[in-house]
């Protein structure tokens, strides 16, 4: 009987035991539970990521070659004439074949000749080939992912001295009225207007004035509305709502000084005229007693109280150069070459008579041809004491063509885009003013004032805003042969 007992004892004292053990069993069992979850959660991160990785670099690859498969195409004659999907359908035909060969159908790609978006959205000879696919999951699901999106894009370019189709175009993406003629004249413009501004009102393009009458060859364009008060538009085609244009110069870097092209200290100011044997050169002037340098960047202007010609030379001008005739007459005359203002800014004033010049007439004292072709390049001084402007007042007769260097071939003026201001360059025009080539400010304003009669501004300008109005017509006759063009084969992005 007692043994009976005792093991009934031992027996119930032994249950809580037992019941502890079940305990630990049944926690067990959960931690595994959630580990088994924590487990497929990481191998979803591993795996279907890794896979993700893998079908995007696939998917990479084929939209690189597929853009440069299409780029091949770009250079045919309508496609150059006027860039688009209609225009060059063997380059989208080709893009497209080969990303089919890749194995992505139609609808899981897009092809945009000209790129639709990015920093090369808009311009010419490029194209833009886009793929997007969607992936099941294989482990993800067990967190409730159940597909994943992947894309990848790739442009490729095909320039061969490509030109830039706009007579003017305006980056600003920002404010309004970016685009803005005025006054009372006639203004005829070649080529295209194209303005970046979003703007509906007031409008990205704007034309007012008393009786302003525009006229443009090409299209209108604005990424916002198009519009005026008083005055007319008429344009070859217009476009509100129009894909911006991105800056076509961007990965263009500037001149530095000390190289080939940009010599430092340029060559002496010469001086010539009737009292040559008293002629000096103006302090601040390279090879006068007290020239400019980059510690003491004094500028060079060239003033004088009897008749003068003055030749200059390429080179570093510390503190500027400021071309200004007083009550005599002075002619200066500029030889090729890249002029680096740095600091100081390039004026014109007081009607002096400025004309670039083909080096074989150097020092010549009066030549007859104008030619050469020179690039004014404006920008800090290597301090950053800042930038004072491009200006072209009260001009008589300036005759100023684009470089006709390697890299730079066709610009005319640069401001700098990383410069510490950015200041407007201010044109005043008159009838026996030419301009020839291309106007680069992409942070700055362009303000041109007509100054009465028929006048003539034959550049091509890429800008922050452009503001155009005054008295008197003014005709814009762009000439994409002596703008500066692109260059280049190949992936960009």
């Known amino acids: 009987m007692s043994s009976t007992t005792d093991r009934l004892r031992r027996i119930g004292g032994g249950g809580p035991a037992r019941r502890e053990r079940a305990r630990d069993r049944g926690q067990v069992l959960v931690i595994f539970a959630f580990g088994i979850v924590g487990i497929l959660a990481v191998a979803a991160l591993v795996f279907d990521v890794g896979q993700n990785l893998f079908e995007r670099r696939k998917q990479q690859d084929a939209a690189d070659a597929s853009a440069l498969a299409g780029a091949r195409w770009l250079t045919t004659t309508a496609c150059r004439a006027r860039i688009s999907i209609t225009n060059c359908p063997e380059a989208y035909s080709a893009a497209m074949a080969l990303a089919n060969t890749h194995g992505y159908v139609t609808s899981q790609v897009t092809i945009n000749i000209p790129p639709a978006t990015g920093q090369f959205a808009g311009l010419n000879g490029h194209i833009q080939v886009s793929i997007d696919s969607n992936r099941g999951s294989y482990f993800a699901g067990v967190v409730g992912i159940t597909r994943f999106r992947i894309g990848a894009a790739a442009v490729a370019s095909n320039l061969n001295k490509y030109p830039l189709p706009f007579s003017l175009l305006s980056l600003n993406t920002t404010s309004c009225k970016t685009g803005h003629a005025h006054g009372n004249g006639v203004l005829t413009v070649a080529g295209d207007v194209m303005v970046d501004s979003p703007c509906t009102t007031p409008p990205a393009l704007l034309t007012d004035g008393t009786g302003a009458t525009i006229n443009v060859s090409g299209s209108c364009s604005a990424v916002g509305a198009i519009g005026g008060n008083t005055g007319s538009l008429t344009c070859a085609s217009t476009q509100e709502g129009a894909p911006y244009v991105a800056d076509p110069l961007i990965g263009l870097a500037g001149p530095t000084i000390g190289s080939a092209a940009v010599p430092n200290p340029p060559a002496n100011v010469y001086v010539t005229g009737a009292d040559i044997a008293t002629n000096k050169i103006p302090n601040g002037c390279p090879g006068s007693n007290s020239p400019s340098t980059a510690a003491r960047p004094s500028g060079c202007t060239l003033q004088y109280n009897r008749d003068k010609v003055i030749w200059i030379y390429p080179g570093v001008y510390y503190g500027g150069l400021n071309i200004k005739q007083s009550s005599a007459a002075l002619t200066v005359y500029m030889a090729p070459g890249i002029y680096y203002m740095s600091g100081g800014g390039f004026q014109i004033a007081g009607q002096p ?17 104008y030619g050469g072709g020179v690039l004014i390049y404006n920008t800090d001084t290597p301090g950053g004491g800042g930038v004072k402007p491009i200006d072209f007042q009260n001009t008589t007769d300036v005759q100023l063509h684009g470089y006709t260097g390697s890299t730079y071939t066709g610009m005319l003026l640069w401001q700098d885009r990383n410069a510490s201001s950015q200041p407007a360059i201010a044109i005043e025009g008159s009838s026996t003013m030419t301009l020839t080539g291309t106007i680069y400010i992409p942070k700055a304003d362009f303000n041109f004032t007509g100054n009465g009669g028929s006048e003539v501004l034959d550049a091509q300008v890429i800008c922050d805003t452009f503001d155009i109005g005054g008295n008197g017509d003014l005709n814009i006759t762009y000439n994409p042969n002596d703008a ?10």
């Not at 008579?353 to 041809?369: G, N």
């Not at 500066?484 to 992005?493: A, D, E, F, T, Y």
Request: neutral net charge; charged residues 5%.
């Open 353 to 369: 008579t400025v004309h670039t010049v083909d080096a074989a007439t150097a020092l010549v004292p009066y030549p007859t041809a």
């Open 484 to 493: 500066i063009k692109l260059s280049g084969v190949g992936l960009v992005q």
